[in-house]
């Protein structure tokens, strides 16, 4: 505004701009000094932030170092800054300024929801997340979960876990996982027929942070020990049967390998408003990996999630697309792709309005796609038997106006549709979609999710509507 950046003439009608431009000295590292660290190793923060003696320091460089560190989660605070700032001054000493958290963390809570009328769950969890300063962490984590309403049978899952921070002296990340699980596979009521899956599995991951918003991880070998039986002790396999003691003695095992990519502009990842989501992932199976006989598969799925704001950040327009393809490589009599890893929908995380747990609201649904090799139709196989014996392809579209209500409560508007496609079946009616409303009450780790589902075009023997209670969304 002052004389020196413009000057008019002397009616006014043309000006002169004279622009005049300091440029400052091209800042290089001399020197760094780590600050506040008491437990903390020194050298897990230089490896993290990933600085070195003699290169140029830009303000991108010093922003991405910062977000590295903070998502370490041993620090409450990160300031990185140069003793020479303000000045004139090219070699400049670096300041990494940490303050440290408490490294162990104590989870737990409970929770219920109306999966089969009414379950109730709770969970509790113990992690430590700096061994010795070194940034490797341990964690535990115990989950129970019964439906009270039905089959009053405990479903655990006990979890452990390791974290190698710098695999090979470089910032790839190494975990190794540890679960068991005892889950309802399936229930009849009318016989009270309780059908389990007992599964012990162990995953070893590397990750890699590419880019701030981009991370790879690879299942370098994972491997899943299942097995099937009834409540009451019998085998799920058919001439077969044990007591309680024994249980089951034959297993299925799957060994997957493969990449999963994930992209993430989002603002929040709990509670997002802008931005979008993306992840890639492939599974590869085959029995010289581990896998039972007659398990080899190739199974690939992509979703993308874009969250745009209308106006305000309370009012929200999410869409979600996501597909599938899944093939068996196996030319063995009797292979195929197991049950785990098929393509099936319903309930709030797919199409809501349905019930995944349901054998006639599971789409596609059993005994649909009745042909000459398939008299019974579609059919969710029980015991260690597999589903796909050849290949099959899913798509799923979810879109959802998000609106506030008062202060943390909100309401939604959605649509849901997917359409799942099994070769050697031919389904009446493979694509199903639903509308409804739903509440919102928001957390910090996530949205309490309530809504109902209407069924568009629904059989006389479905039901009009059903209800989801939930943490989270997409």
């Known amino acids: 505004e002052g004389p020196e950046l413009i000057q008019y003439n002397d009616t006014g009608t043309q000006a002169r701009i004279h622009f005049k431009i300091f440029e400052g000295p091209r800042i290089r590292i001399q020197s760094i000094?780590?600050?506040?660290?008491?437990?903390?190793?020194?050298?897990?923060?230089?490896?993290?932030?990933?600085?070195?003696?003699?290169?140029?320091?830009?303000?991108?460089?010093?922003?991405?170092?910062?977000?590295?560190?903070?998502?370490?989660?041993?620090?409450?605070?990160?300031?990185i800054r140069t003793l020479e700032e303000g000045t004139n001054v090219a070699e400049r000493t670096l300041i990494i300024g940490v303050t440290e958290r408490d490294p162990g963390l104590l989870k737990f809570g409970v929770g219920v929801n109306n999966e089969r009328n009414f379950t109730v769950r709770g969970f509790t969890g113990l992690g430590y997340n700096n061994l010795f300063g070194t940034a490797r962490a341990i964690s535990g984590r115990v989950e129970v979960k019964s439906n009270v309403a039905e089959i009053n049978f405990p479903e655990t899952e006990v979890t452990a876990g390791y974290l190698e921070p710098f695999i090979f002296n470089t910032r790839t990340r190494g975990r190794v996982?540890?679960?068991?699980?005892?889950?309802?596979?399936?229930?009849?009521?009318?016989?009270?027929?309780?059908?389990?899956?007992?599964?012990?599995?162990?995953?070893?991951?590397?990750?890699?942070?590419?880019?701030?918003?981009?991370?790879?991880?690879?299942?370098?070998?994972?491997?899943?020990?299942?097995r099937e039986w009834e409540r009451h002790g019998r085998c799920v396999i058919e001439g077969s049967s044990a007591t309680d003691d024994t249980r089951c003695a034959n297993t299925q095992q799957i060994a997957t390998v493969g990449p999963t990519l994930d992209i993430d502009y989002r603002d929040n990842p709990f509670l997002p408003t802008k931005g979008s989501f993306t992840r890639f992932v492939v599974d590869y199976s085959t029995p010289w990996m581990g896998s039972s006989s007659g398990i080899n598969f190739i199974r690939t799925e992509g979703n993308y999630t874009h969250y745009t704001r209308l106006g305000s950040p309370k009012w929200i327009w999410a869409n979600s697309m996501r597909g599938g393809y899944v093939s068996n490589l196996s030319r063995q009599a009797g292979s195929g792709v197991p049950t785990s890893y098929a393509f099936l929908l319903g309930g709030i995380y797919t199409v809501r309005g349905f019930d995944l747990s349901s054998d006639s609201e599971r789409i596609p649904r059993d005994g649909d796609g009745i042909s000459e090799s398939h008299p019974k139709g579609f059919e969710v196989l029980r015991g260690n038997q597999k589903l796909i014996p050849r290949d099959s392809n899913y798509y799923l579209f979810k879109t959802e106006l998000r609106f506030p209500i008062s202060g943390d409560h909100g309401g939604v508007i959605f649509y849901d549709r997917g359409d799942v496609k099994v070769s050697g079946f031919k389904f009446a009616r493979s694509m199903r979609d639903s509308v409804g409303i739903g509440y919102r009450y928001n957390t910090p780790v996530g949205p309490l999710a309530m809504d109902i589902g209407f069924k568009i075009n629904r059989e006389p023997t479905e039901d009009l509507m059903r209800f989801h209670l939930s943490i989270g969304t997409f």
């Open 177 to 226: 996982n540890l679960t068991r699980s005892e889950r309802v596979f399936d229930y009849e009521k009318s016989e009270n027929i309780t059908q389990i899956t007992t599964s012990n599995r162990v995953d070893f991951l590397a990750e890699r942070q590419l880019t701030p918003p981009t991370k790879l991880t690879w299942r370098t070998w994972s491997l899943e020990s299942r």
């Open 33 to 79: 000094v780590i600050d506040g660290n008491t437990f903390t190793k020194s050298r897990v923060i230089l490896k993290e932030a990933d600085f070195k003696i003699g290169e140029i320091l830009t303000p991108q460089k010093l922003e991405e170092a910062s977000v590295r560190l903070n998502k370490l989660g041993l620090f409450a605070r990160t300031d």
